[in-house]
Each structure stands twice: as C-alpha cells, then as structure tokens.
C-alpha cells in the first residue's frame, strides 16, 4: 500500500503530474491533490452522483473511477463551466433562475451530468431530461426545478443554434 | 432603471430575488466542510461495534498504532470524555434519563456505535487502521423491536430503564370521554405503524477540529444546524470553559433534522486535535450515515375516533409508541417524537375530547433526532385515515366529512390546550379540490388496466415554537427566542448577525430581503452572518421551521432599532425634533428639510464623533432579539395526490400532486415553493420506498444506496402550487415558517390514494411504506 504510481491527468485543459497510491479515486484526486473542490462527494458508491465529471465528455462516476484508470482521458469539472471572470455559463444560470439548487451540495453532480447529456442528445425532450437527471440524487429541490432547468437550456441552446444558422443563411 | 427583482411598491420582501447563494454554489467555489485543508491535518475514522447489544470484553488498538500512516488510536479510556446528557423536566414515572457515551465504554447498544477512533495522514491510512483493531465483544440479547423493547424480557438496552421506556406520558384525557365512546353513533379505529427512516442529507456529517494556539481556541469547523449547542456540549465533555471552544458552520449541504443534535464523532474528533496539537478531520462515510447515524420516524399508532351519524368528530384516543433507538439526542431527548405527537396530534379539526399516552422505547439501534416534520408527518396520516375510514363507515364523502370538522373560526383554542392562530384550512381544501377537479382527475378512469386514486391531507404545522412553547414540552434546554446585531459600516451598508443557520433554505438572501425593507436600501447591501459562536452572541440554529418567523423578526427588530438611531442622530445634525425625522426609503434620513444619507450619517458616528450628542456614544450597532408568544403561530396546506395503481403488480405511480399552502406572506416565493416541492419528495420517499430495516439480530440490513431506496426524478412527479395568505401578526412581514408542511402532508395523500385505488377490493393499508410488495401481498390475500 505505500506503492505510488506517476500519474499524469489532463483536468479542464490543464496538465498535472503526480504521485499517489494507485488505489486513490479520481474523486479525491481532484479534490484533495489538486484542490478543485467543486466535484463533491456523496456516496462513494456510484449512486448518487454528486461526483460526476465528465471523462472524455461522458458523464462518470469520479467515486468509481481510480486516477491511474483516466490517464489518456481529459476530465471536465464544474470550474470549468464558468468564465475565467466567474461569469455563469448558460447552464448554470439556468438552474440559477429556476432555483434548480437550494443547499448546493449535489448541483455540481448535475451540472456535469447536464453539460454532458446536453451535449450529446441536444434535442432532448423533457421526459428524456427527466430520465436523465434521475441519474443523480438531490434531497433538497424534489428535481422538478433541476428538470426545468436544463429544459431551459437545451431550448435556449437550440435557439441560438437556429439564429446563426440563419445568419449563415441570410 | 428599478433594481433587479424589487417589487413594484419598492420593496424586496415577496419578490423572487436572485439568490445570494448561488453564484458560489453553481461554480464548485462553495465551502462545504471537507473542502477545508488545514497544514498536518490528520483524518479521523472509526471502530464500530459489529454486535446491536454486547459487553465490551477489550478495545485493543496497539496493532492499530503499527499501521503505516496512523499517527494515534484513542478509545474511551484514552480520552475520558464527559458524556452526553440531554433532560426532560418530568417525573420519574414520565422520564428516565440516559446518557450517551462519546465513546462506547463498557457497553455497545447498536452495530455502527464508535467504540475508538484512529487519526492517520490521510484518510485511506485511517480506514486501514480501523482493520487492524481487535475488539472483543459478549454477546447480549438484542432488543429490536418495540414489541420486545416493551416486553423486557432480556436484558434492557439501559439500566436506568429496566423497562426500555424512556418517556411515558398520558394527556388531556377529557373528562367523559370514555361516555363519549360508549354512546357513539360510530367508532373508527386506525393501527399504523411508518418505518424508520434517514433524513439523509446528501452530505454526510463532518467536521474540521483544531486547536488554534493564538486564539487558545478549539476551532471546530462542522455542519450543524445548531452550533452553539455543539459548542456547550463540547465544552462540557471536554472540560473547557465555553469561551475556549469557537464553532463555525461553513456551507451546509442539507441538514434536515440530523444536523439539529450533537454527534459523539465530531466531539472526539476535537478531542483527539486537541490532544495531538493537529487538526483533525472526519468526513462521515454513506455507510455509516446509514447506520451509524441519527434516524427518526418508527412509530406505531393505535387510535380510535367517535363520530355522530352526520360524520362529526366527537372523541379522539390515541396510543403513540416511537422507537427512539439506542439513545436520547441532546438537547431535544428520546421525548421529540412522543411529545410532539401526544401535544398536536388533533391537527386541524375541532376535536371536542382527547386522550392520548405518547412513550419514547429504547432499543439496539441507532439513535434518533428529529426529522423534517417530527412525529406530523405520522400523526396526520392517522387522522386523514380516521377521516376516511368514517366516511366510509358512514357513507359519506371524505372531505365532507372534513368540512365538518375543520376548524374555520380563528383564534381556536383546541383541546390540546393549543391557541391556533387563523389559517385557510377550510379553504385550501376547497382550492384542492377544485384545481383536481378543473384538471379533470375526479372520476376519471384509466384505460391501461391500472386503478386511477385520488387522496387528500388537510394539515397545520406550528412553525416557530418560542421558548414557552417549548417549555411547555418540559426541556431542561428550552429552545425559542433569537438575537440579532446589525452594524452600519461607513459606506452605509449593514451586516447582521442570526442565530439560524441556512442550509440550503436562502437565509443569505431572504433575510437580507426582510432588512432591505426596514431601512430602505438594497438587498446586496445587508450581509447576513451566519453560524459562528464568535461572531454571534447566541443563536437556536435552524429547525423546527423557526428561522423567518423568529430569526427574520429579530433581525427585523435589529433593523428598526438601527433605524431609530440613524434618526436620532439626523434630528441632532439637521437641529429638528425626532418627530420631524424619517428614514426616507432610498438609503437616508429626512430631517426636516434636509435629508442625510447613511454614509453622511456614519461619517459622523465613526469618524467625526466629536459632531455626536453628548449622550450618544459612536459608532452604529444595534441588537434586537424576538420570542414567540403564546403557542405560535401555524402554517397550513391541503395536498391532493392522484397514483395509478396497478394490480397485476403492486406498482403505484404518481401522476399528479398539487399541494395548496399557506404560509402566511412569503419572503421569497420561489423558496416557499422550492421547500414545498423538496419537502413534499422526503414525504413521498417516506409513504413508498425508504425504510431502515434490521435484522433479528439488529444487523442494519440497509447499508448503502442499493438497499435504501432514494427516490430519484423518475418517481418524483412535478407538484403543482397554489398559494393563499393569511398572514401573521405578530411575525416580522406576517410570515409563518415553511420548511416542513410539504413532509408532514405528503405520506397522508399519497397513502389516501392508494386506498381510493384500492377501494373496490376490500384492501385498506393504514401503515408506510406502502410497497410494491406489500399491495401485491395484500391483493393476493383478497379471496376471490
């Protein structure tokens, strides 16, 4: 157990080199050897999702993922959604608005889990969204407000998809 | 151009501001407890006992000390702490005390109780090191259930109490009830029993202890929703003076009850910093706060109603036995749930005789401490089961027989002995059944072979207890009043401090909303602190839904004694009377016909002192604090719940919830809602799917997320709200608390509405939860 591995992850863009015991998951690398605490913990059991990170773009449990198994992987944490000036991104302002958070704990857990699904299925319906944010655990909001709110944002992406395409057009 | 969010009339409260919180929280830039890193911090874990009842042979933690990475292994003997004692002021007949050991000593009373903890450099170190303790452990019978907690056949959980009964108290019992029952056209009766639960916030508990050599403080850093009663408990167990213990709440993620008692592991975690000169971390894992934490809800009801023929209540008896596990959380006691069902039990209906004995049992599981709603959320089930199995017996319909006997007439002094303040009960019911009605589920059926059922919960949850509320529950630490101090600082902004602590319910920005109003500035120019034993003389901390209508009314008092002060100085500056003065809404002081603006105002009290009234000393600070009169004041709500059940399986779907609230003026509407919605979940979770089962043995058969299920946006239905408003006089803005009506009705309408599916089957399920398994045992068992 004192083994330590030479690990090299590419979180948000940026490169970090470090040395730890193969057994430490993503999770508490993030949190603990490179201080981005945004990605919380919840169960470490790959329930309630309030650890997901997006791992090549896909959301994923950071409690269930050792560091060693991400090396060749870029990861996205939620300080990567705002802008350098802590400017809210369109998702985040969303959940803002609709009040899709009240003690905050588990949103970092969704708004990654959002950006990705978003990402990936930008037409979703809200019953797809539904099922998607069933994915993770909050106890504070009941998730109808979370569900609104990355309603919200998948309309008001598409909107702006639609305006510079037909700017492109025109 | 008007500020963001600021009603029309100029004023913040009622308008669905911005959240001050959020920015932080969306951005991962949040403070919650194990985002704190301190230089040689050291992390905590624990040995826990593997046995529900047992005699500790021995605690042997040397082979612990040789793990690589632990620095120190300390067991009861090693730190010889104080215990913790939490006390009713009742009769030995109503009241054994007990106490609960920060570390077990001699004896453990349920699997999970920390018998030592091991400090390591980092927390996969201390994990190890647990392993490596060798407890020997002797076998007692375990006590697991309330019946065999009652039967006392074996040995008790607590020698104090030979019987296993912590709490026993009889009330009211009006004269001639028992006639009353005799002659009666009908009598009703309702068994229920509701399953134990976890208020499981999604953080786990969790604390950052230090000793802080300049300060010659302990520095506890932890999520609790009442710090300074950690603080005193600390102080006691440890032997410090109250001063040398500092207790600061940083972001909280959810407390829900299970923050609102102390914990043994954060007090020896202190301990164990203060030993070793280095702070200590402990960050509870899911599995322990599944098992080895504080949980509520395991009663059991026997209750009976007498009605006339026309479905007039006429008599209410009721037998209340809850659970209260291994040991009585400070400083509310083993008594929370009893007492707070055996006082409130009638609810919202006028209710001419009561009786009612309410008893705290002690068995080999994990203790309890109030949760969203305490003892409500059960005891309304059984009412609006006693309603509904009436009108059935009677053959009326249900929510006429409501009708009847809900109380209209305000104020109601009830037989409780409870003045009721006024409410909408009749008319949220009426709004209930209208809204159900325009979106037409009444009669409607389904035609996928799944059973459509409609249910409904009338209810009233006293929010804001004041210290006479509470003391007349008999608690030796009587909880109620709350302090607040506000500064102006130069630039004519204001800090104020409060003994509630948010956690999620936006006190950052509603309290900052209440104040804006009471000296007219805008709502980011207060700053609300929060949680800190040194910066806030005294606080309750939040629970109870006390923080608006008592922390909100004294921050509201503050406000207004800052803005008198401001007055009198402007009328000594602009040389007019004090009458002649008024704060004019935009940030200053009319005096006469001048007008001074607070910073004009806090140059002179600060930095040009010698401008001051010989009588005024400088500087502009104010405190205020506010306790409840007389027995609160009561939000209310009706919920109606619409489920599609199917009877090939059991499986029952909500298809609609609306939920009709009042609570009084709300500060912030969307957060009204939010706490409506978020609790109306926890109240679902509760009456379908959660339940903390042990075995025989009082092995938690629930450890982890696969096993205790927590229901997600896939069983959660949207929930419609409606509003109505009855405000209150004597809270600051007439608003009435709204953190826990959306638990405390929910388990009733959902179950109301399975058994209006099941209705033309015979089938009736009185207890929770109700799950799959149990409706297709229930339905097999229906002879054909």
Known sequence: MTDVALVELTVNGER??????????????????????????????????????????????????????????????????????????????????????????????????????????????????????????????????????????????????RARLDGVSA | MAEPGLRTDGTWVGASVPRREDPRLLTG??????????????????????????????????????????VAAFDAADLALGDITALLDRPTEEFTPTSMPVLARDKVRYAGEPLAVVLATDPYAAEDGVEAALVELDPLDPVVTEAAALAAAGPPVH?????????????????????????????VGVEARTGRQNALPLETRGVVAEWDDRAGQLVVRTCTQVPHQVRTVLARCAGLD???????????????????????????????????????????????????????????YTARAAFTAEGEILALESDVVCDMGAYSCYPFTAGIEPLMASAEMPGVYRVPAYRVRGRAVTTNKAPTAPYRGVSRPQYVMVMERLMERAARELGLDPLDVRRRNLITEFPYRGVNAI???????????????????????????????????????????????????????????????????????????????????????????????????????????????QGDTDRITYGWGSFASRSVTVGGSAAAAAALKLGDQLRALAAHLGEVDLDSTALD???????????????????????????????VGPGLTATASFDVGGDGTFSNATHGCVVALDPGTGGVEILRYVCVEDCGVAIHPRVVEGQARGGIAQGIAGALFEQVVYDEAGQPLAPSFMEYKVPTAAEIPDVRIEHLETPCAFTADGAKGAGEGGTIGAPAAVLNAVNDALRHTGVELDSTPVARSTIFQALREVPA
């Open chain 2, 585 to 615: 809404g935009r940030g200053g002081v009319r005096a006469g016909d001048r007008t001074f603006t607070y910073p004009e105002l806090a140059d002179v009290a600060y930095l040009r002192a010698h401008l001051l009234p010989k009588d």
């Open chain 1, 16 to 161: 970090h080199d470090l040395v730890i015991p193969p057994r430490r998951t993503l999770a508490d690398v993030l949190r603990h050897d490179l201080g981005l605490t945004g990605t919380h913990v919840g169960c470490e059991h790959g329930i309630c999702g309030a650890c997901t990170v997006l791992v090549d773009g896909a959301p994923a449990r950071a409690c269930l993922i050792f560091a060693v198994q991400v090396e060749n992987s870029a990861i996205r944490t939620v300080e990567s959604l705002s802008g350098p000036d802590g400017e809210l991104s369109d998702l985040q302002s969303c959940f803002a608005e609709h009040h899709g958070l009240q003690c905050g704990f588990c949103t970092p857990g969704f708004l990654m889990l959002a950006e990705g699904h978003l990402a990936e299925s930008p037409d979703a319906t809200r019953e797809e969204i539904r099922e998607v944010v069933a994915s993770n655990l909050c106890r504070c909001t009941g998730y109808q407000t979370i569900v609104d709110a990355v309603e919200d944002c998948a309309g008001r992406r598409r909107a702006a998809l």
């Open chain 2, 159 to 187: 020698d104090e109490a030979p019987g296993n009964v912590l709490v026993d108290v009889s009330l009211f019992a009006t004269e001639g009830i028992d006639d009353v029952f005799d002659t009666a056209h009908t009598v």
């Open chain 2, 419 to 529: 003045t009721y303040d006024p409410g909408s009960y009749r008319e949220s019911l009426d709004l209930c059944e209208q809204v159900l009605r325009e979106e037409g589920w009444l009669g409607r059926t389904l035609d996928d072979g799944r059973v459509l059922g409609v249910g409904y919960s009338c209810f009233s949850e006293r929010t804001g207890y004041g210290s006479g509320a509470f003391a007349a529950r008999k608690m030796q630490v009587v909880p109620g009043f709350d302090l607040s101090q506000i500064t102006m600082d130069l630039d004519g902004t204001v800090t104020v401090t409060t003994g509630t602590l948010s956690h999620g319910q936006s006190h950052e920005t509603t309290f900052a909303q209440i104040v804006a109003d009471r000296l007219g500035l805008p709502y980011d120019k207060v700053t609300i602190v």
């Open chain 2, 29 to 70: 830039r949040g403070r919650f407890v194990d985002d704190i890193t301190l230089p040689r911090m050291l992390h905590a874990a624990f040995v826990r006992s593997t046995e529900a009842h047992a005699r500790v042979l021995s605690v042997d933690l040397s082979q612990v000390r040789e793990v690589p990475g632990v």
């Open chain 2, 242 to 300: 109250e001063g040398r213990v500092r207790v600061v709440v940083p972001d909280m993620g959810g407390g829900f009850g299970q923050k609102c008692v102390v914990g043994r592991e954060e007090i020896a975690a202190a301990a164990a910093a203060t030993r070793l000169r280095r702070p200590v971390k402990w960050i509870e894992d899911r599995r322990e706060a599944l098992t080895a934490s504080f949980l509520a809800r395991e009663q059991h």
